[in-house]
């Protein structure tokens, strides 16, 4: 046996150490296996040592005694052993699981979780088979509370491993659930003992994904059928793109999960776990249809395709190709923004294409664009556990992008500032350290404000503004004569707390910024994007992790569309239409002439279907 210290040995196999949290988190990446059962770990969830199933024994050396430690919480050393497979351990192991059956109602058969549940899982592992203890007290008999419109509580099958009260703890930040009692009397309780349905519940079923029985589960499509396959998607309801992993039988939903290797972490809210309906609602169509007799009827693909290539080919021979335009959608795939734009612009023939990335967002890509060379945002929402600081502009993320507003609440409740500016008292308004309750419409005179502060108190980073900024110097001139009087006034707020924000975010070591439509559609959107952009550049927060400019998307691509060329202006990579080199880089890349004129924005084609001129959407 190899006398390393800085090794780990596994059951007498020696492994490399590595800086994992815990003896499990160790275990399970040396193996690439889980071969130490559990109950109340979960991945996304802190350690929490609750039901010991997980214990092990440790030896500091090959000759020190043994000690039985709960793996999921116990930091692992260099030279540790482990034992995870011993006769006491094993003994220990079927003891607590056959301490957890005997309060656990005997009818896995008829559970909406055989066969994809959890503790049956682990009592199989541990070889319990009968249950040794009398029947005594248990709590088999507890009411279920079937109040909520997607989840059902059936308190009979928890096991107070409290995965649930951390879920809604840890992941969403929400505290709707909570232990209370103590000992034999300890429970799961939603809002001081309200119904599951009539409580602060967001519905975002994380509690319900963690719960490792039937405790909490789904009302839809029950668990403990099989499904024929798992399919790997995007949600398509917000900008975040979380992934879902959708389980699937003979062409039924069955139940949607967050993956944890995905952006969203495990994690997904209402409309991404449970609005999925609409998949096979009866006022989805089913084919294409055209109008006949001032009626829409169904007709073949062939009939369609053919329909539309001769109505194009008509209006492009009688009207010119500028007489067709078409609208992607920022809720489709890169691949089909970029076919859909090719066959606008090389067969069509016009730069009329148009879509949401340009209409709600254009300031965003053009203000960032203007300032730092591109319109995408600088960093990931990764990244927001090594922010100290937040600033939230005219955007309401808890609602609009919950995933995203959740990472923000609890990087809040871990101590790190945060500012919203906002003239709604959303809910990260709330919890603020900073709430900067504006009137709608004065982005642009509070962010000269927190300029005007920064540069007064000497909080610039004056390195990072000399090596990768222009125009640094004229520009902390210009904002030095700001009047803060004039710009309290217009904005309604008082310049005291505007400057305790500022300086809050100009002093923190990384800052980041999140931006929404409360900023891009307003007439200055724009203007307030570029100086978003201004603050992140004189403060130095830009460029590495935990810091940047995060515009908040509408939809799950709208950064995707807009860079595949779904724009009146713009073609795929950003590059300008107008310009002949880059009709000419087309025209040598598809062998297809690239329109020369200026495309329509969606208003114009509608005043162009107004007054005649556009033929063909």
Not at 146 to 152: C, D, G, K, V
Not at 302 to 321: C, Q, V, Y
Not at 325 to 348: D, H, P, W
Request: with cysteine; aromatic share 6%.
């Amino acid at each position: 046996m190899s006398e390393n210290p800085q090794g780990v040995f596994i059951d007498d196999v020696e492994f490399p150490f590595d800086d994992s949290s815990s003896i499990l988190a160790f275990t399970d990446k040396a193996l690439g296996d889980k071969i130490i059962p559990t109950l109340c770990n979960d991945d996304n969830l802190q350690p929490y040592g609750a039901c010991r199933v997980c214990s092990v024994e440790v030896q500091q050396s090959e000759d020190g005694p043994k000690r039985t430690v709960a793996s999921c919480h116990t930091p692992i050393v260099p030279g540790m052993r482990i034992h995870t497979n011993s006769t006491s351990i094993k003994k220990l192991r079927k003891n607590i699981v056959e301490l957890v059956l005997s309060d656990h109602p005997p009818d896995c058969l008829t559970c909406e979780v055989n066969g994809n549940c959890e503790l049956q899982d682990v009592a199989a592992s541990v070889g319990v088979r009968q249950i040794r203890y009398a029947k005594g007290e248990n709590h088999c008999d507890r009411e279920k509370d079937l109040s909520h419109a997607y989840m059902r509580m059936d308190l009979s099958k928890c096991i107070n491993c409290s995965r649930c009260v951390r879920a809604c703890d840890e992941v969403q930040g929400q505290f709707t659930l909570t232990m209370t009692g103590r000992g034999f009397e300890s429970r799961i309780t939603t809002d001081n003992d309200m119904l599951f349905g009539d409580s602060s519940c967001v519905s975002c079923g994380a509690c319900a994904q963690t719960c490792p029985t039937s405790a909490i589960s789904d009302v839809f499509q029950s668990k403990s059928v099989e499904a024929d396959k798992t399919v790997r998607t995007t949600c398509s309801y917000c900008g975040v793109g979380c992934n879902l992993e959708v389980a699937v039988k003979n062409d039924e939903v069955l139940s949607i999960r967050a993956p944890q290797d995905a952006v969203n972490a495990g994690h997904t809210c209402l409309k991404g776990r449970y609005a999925f309906k609409f998949y096979n609602h009866e006022d989805r169509l089913t084919s294409p249809l055209i109008r006949k007799n001032g009626e829409l009827v169904p007709c073949s693909w062939d009939e369609a395709l053919d329909f539309i290539k001769d109505k194009f080919e008509s209006i492009k021979e009688n009207h010119g190709p500028d007489a067709i335009a078409g609208i992607s959608s920022a809720r489709c795939t890169n691949e089909e923004n970029y076919m859909f734009q090719k066959m606008i612009r090389q067969l069509v023939g016009t730069n009329n294409i148009d879509c949401c990335a340009r209409v709600c967002h254009s300031p965003t890509a053009w203000g960032m664009q203007q300032s730092f060379g591109t319109g995408a945002g600088t960093n990931s929402t990764a990244d927001i556990p090594l922010a100290d600081c937040m600033m939230v502009i005219g955007a309401n993320p808890t609602s609009a992008h919950p995933v995203t507003g959740a990472k923000i609440k609890q990087q809040a409740m871990s101590g790190a500032t945060l500012i919203v500016i906002d003239p709604i008292r959303t809910e990260l308004a709330r919890m603020a350290d900073h709430h900067l309750q504006l009137k709608p419409g004065t982005n642009v005179a509070v962010l000269n404000m927190f300029q005007h502060f920064i540069v007064e108190a000497d909080l610039l980073d004056q390195e990072f503004i000399k090596d990768r900024c222009e125009g640094g110097e004229e520009f902390i001139e210009q904002i030095k004569n700001l009047d803060v009087d004039a710009m309290a006034a217009i904005s309604g707020l008082d310049k005291d707390d505007v400057k305790a924000a500022a300086i809050a975010y100009a002093s923190a070591k990384n800052a980041m910024e999140f931006h929404g439509l409360g900023v891009t559609e307003h007439s200055q959107g724009t203007k307030t994007v570029m100086l978003i952009s201004n603050l992140a550049m004189m403060t130095g927060n830009l460029g590495r992790p935990g810091v940047g400019v995060n515009p908040l998307r509408g939809q799950n691509n709208v950064q995707g569309a807009a860079d595949m060329g779904c724009q009146p202006h713009h073609g795929p990579g950003y590059l300008w239409m107008d310009q002949k080199e880059v009709q000419d880089f087309y025209e040598d890349k598809l062998g297809l002439p690239s329109p020369t004129t200026a495309g329509r924005k969606i208003p114009e084609m509608f005043d162009g279907a107004i007054d005649g001129s556009l033929k063909a959407l």
